[in-house]
């Protein structure tokens, strides 16, 4: 199983950017589908993006072309772009990995997006 850590969350201004980093230990992480999820308060956790181990990228309609998902292999880590902030994107943000049946979640980091 992949053990996920994430870094990268603060505070930043509307308008702002941010890039998350999410580190994966184990073995099998460049066989490993990896994504972003996101929970603000008082709502339910949502896709962001996935990336596969082929490198196809996938995005929630809303945040296409704001943000951007990627993967270097040879670091073992995949990362999060966030360009044009907004406080609507205030939330932790969840790393997310797929191996054969199983999945692995990191702890979070959070992000807030002042207005």
């Known amino acids: 199983q992949v053990q996920l850590v994430e870094s990268g969350g603060g505070l930043v201004q509307a308008g702002g950017s941010l890039r998350l980093s999410c580190a994966a230990s184990?073995?099998?992480?460049?066989?490993?589908?990896m994504g972003w999820y996101r929970q603000a308060p008082r709502k339910q956790r949502e896709f962001v993006a996935r990336i596969t181990a082929g490198g196809s990228t996938f995005y929630a309609v809303s945040l296409k072309g704001r943000f951007t998902i990627s993967r270097d292999n040879a670091k073992n880590t995949v990362y999060l772009q966030m360009n044009g902030l907004k406080p609507e994107d205030t939330a932790v943000y969840y790393c997310n990995g797929v191996y054969g049946g199983s999945q692995s979640w990191g702890q979070g980091t959070q992000v807030t997006v002042s207005s």
């Open positions: 184990g073995s099998f992480f460049s066989d490993s589908s």
